[in-house]
């Protein structure tokens, strides 16, 4: 059965994507720690656990995550964008990038932003933009 993460990269949930290539898919967490908290996930593969991916798939995620990150910064004012790999909340594997003012923007314990659909979709095009200029 497909995970959430594979039906969002399928187009069969709506989303507010930032990326997107052959391999992977980048969009806005609908529960942010911060404006422009972004998911990178794998399209093909939906292991739980991000260590057991094959090391073709490992390394091409970390790319592409890089590559989100760098668009991410430079649509979203911070200091810096964080990066954490939990993997407990939906079994599928993950990517969070989460722009960041203090290292306590990244404590996935505090209250999440309730962002609107329109805010998110501003937001989503911001980074899409600086993306497509890498």
């Given at each position: 059965m497909a995970t959430i993460f594979t039906k969002i990269a399928k187009g069969e949930i709506p989303s507010f994507k930032v990326a997107e290539s052959e391999d992977y898919y980048a969009f806005l967490d609908i529960s942010p720690l911060a404006k422009g908290h972004t998911l990178v996930i794998p399209k093909k593969v939906e292991d739980d656990y991000i260590f057991n991916l094959d090391e073709k798939t490992y390394e091409?995620?970390?790319a592409f995550a890089?590559?989100?990150?760098?668009?991410?910064?430079?649509?979203?004012?911070?200091?810096?964008?964080?990066?954490a790999v939990l993997g407990m909340e939906v079994p599928h594997t993950h990517i969070h990038l989460?722009?960041?003012?203090?290292?306590?923007?990244?404590?996935?314990?505090?209250e999440h932003l309730k962002v609107s659909a329109e805010e998110q979709a501003g937001i989503a095009a911001s980074i899409l933009a600086e993306y497509e200029k890498l």
């Open positions: 091409g995620l970390w890089r590559k989100v990150a760098v668009a991410l910064k430079a649509a979203v004012p911070c200091k810096r964008v964080g990066v989460v722009p960041l003012q203090s290292e306590a923007d990244l404590d996935f314990r505090k």
